[in-house]
């Protein structure tokens, strides 16, 4: 088995109609620039309320990725 170095980073995503689509589009957003993704972690999740109805969803994910050899 090989052994590997991995790294990770903290995003917020956000969506209007779902937290699944928010940390969807905040691991989306990062396989832009981070290659490699392995794993996330949602670390902290939040929305905004108007006239009694979840508006919109913000989802702190944390994404590990492994370090190039």
């Known amino acids: 088995m090989s052994e590997h ?3 990770h980073i903290e995003v ?3 969506s209007a109609s779902s937290s699944d ?3 969807r589009n905040a691991i989306s957003k990062a396989s ?3 290659r490699k993704l392995r794993w996330f972690e949602v670390t902290d999740l939040r929305g905004e309320v108007n006239d009694g109805q979840v508006a919109h969803w913000q989802a702190t ?3 590990g990725f492994r370090i190039d050899e």
Request: aromatic share 6%.
């Open 5 to 7: 170095v991995y790294k």
């Open 21 to 23: 689509d928010a940390v």
């Open 61 to 63: 994910v944390k994404i």
């Open 32 to 34: 832009e620039s981070v």
């Open 12 to 14: 917020t995503g956000t």
